[in-house]
């Protein structure tokens, strides 16, 4: 009856009015209980009682999870949430639109094992998007990351570009998977240097049977910006606790205008 102004609080008081027509059903009662946290007076009640941001108009959407990394059950719930939407968006959306979807730390979901439901939404991605003019993309640590599960086989099974940085250990890998690379492309890979020693990062590019080797250069304000390295991220925070927006944040750090 609310269409998409409907919340949690309202799918708890709907099973509320039906427990007197269904004798008290304890079915119902369970729903109530399990879903109460999530409504405005539970522990969850600020994340899921509010407006639905429109993310069909929206040409960059973001999707911050890091502050529930601890909250398993919450992060478990959300992801799901955002499993609907992207798929909504990706699969029920037009095909004239072109659409894109990167997940960052996904080795969490491929690695870990701990959100089969996530592993799967990702493989169907890189399986079936580009049917609907859509891409996948992933952010790993490690090559080893993609072999440790069937979802990550998967996954680099079917991908199509690679931008392969700085390797901790490719020796190991290439042990293990010894047709991965040539000599040249193992060569050149072991003589990448961290980013932070060059002022530029290293990439190697694969597709399909070819390969180019670059070097990335960033401008100090985009790289603030993003950084997660441990003091300029607290650096950001620390600005924009007093009033800063993070463009203005990273501005400031930089040194140049945003």
């Known amino acids: 009856s609310k269409k998409n102004e409907a919340c949690i609080d309202d799918v708890i008081e709907a099973l509320k009015t039906a427990l007197p027509a ?3 059903d304890w079915r119902l009662r369970d729903l109530i209980t399990l879903l109460g946290k999530y409504g405005t ?3 969850y009640g600020h994340v899921f009682n509010g407006k639905t941001p429109n993310f069909s108009k929206q040409d960059l959407v973001v999707f911050e999870l890091g502050s529930l990394a601890e909250k398993k059950d ?3 719930v959300v992801t799901y949430a955002m499993i ?3 798929q909504g968006q990706f699969y029920q959306g037009s095909r004239e639109r072109k659409k894109r979807c990167l997940l960052d730390e996904a080795w969490r979901h491929i690695t870990e094992g701990d959100n089969p439901t996530a592993a799967s939404f990702i493989s169907q991605g890189f399986r079936t998007a580009r049917k ?3 891409g996948f993309g992933v952010l790993i640590h490690t090559l080893k990351d993609l072999c440790a599960t069937p979802q990550g086989r998967a996954i680099k099974a079917c991908v199509d570009t690679k931008y392969i940085l700085l390797q901790g250990d490719l020796d190991a890998y290439v042990s ?3 047709e991965e690379f040539n000599e040249q492309q193992q060569r050149i890979i072991k003589s990448f240097s961290p980013s932070g020693k060059m002022g530029f990062s290293s990439v190697m590019v694969q597709y399909k049977q ?3 080797f670059h070097r990335f250069f960033v401008d100090s304000f985009s790289r603030i910006l993003f950084s997660t390295k441990g003091q300029e991220f607290q650096n950001k925070e620390d600005l924009i ?5 993070a463009v203005e944040a990273a501005s400031l750090l930089s040194g140049e205008k945003g």
Do not use: C, R
């Open 132 to 134: 609907h003019n859509a």
């Open 22 to 24: 269904h004798d008290n």
């Open 84 to 86: 609907v939407i992207i």
């Open 210 to 212: 070819g390969y180019t």
């Open 41 to 43: 007076n539970g522990i």
């Open 241 to 245: 606790k007093q009033g800063y927006s």
């Open 74 to 76: 919450l992060l478990a």
């Open 176 to 178: 293990e998977f010894p």
